[in-house]
């Protein structure tokens, strides 16, 4: 059994700042890439930003500058560092992992279940 955990959300006014974790547990030998999408009410799920196995990062054209994706490989945990959140911001925002089970085993788009970003005064 896998576990992808997101923590950090909440409700945060215009110009403020947030920081989600993803947690990665359970029969994980190494997780690859990380990412973080988000869906609001009505619209499609988008991706928000990624990061490899090797460190490379890539986001949204909505979001740079503004927010940064990391990871802690010991702790097998992401994080998305927002700033200057907008309105627009608001949404569901979901970690996706791609990584091997102890098995050797990869396992592509595993899902988290989501936490709640909105971003209002």
Known sequence: QVQLVESG???VQPGGSLR???AASGNIFRVNAMGWYRQAPGKQRE???SITSGD???YADSVKGRFTISRDRA???AYLQMNSLKPEDTAVYSCNADFL???LVRVRDYWGRGTQVTVSS
């Open 9 to 11: 959300g909440g409700l």
């Open 20 to 22: 989600l974790s993803c």
């Open 47 to 49: 991706l928000v930003a």
């Open 56 to 58: 490379n990062t890539n």
């Open 75 to 77: 702790k097998n945990t």
């Open 101 to 103: 089970t102890r098995a």
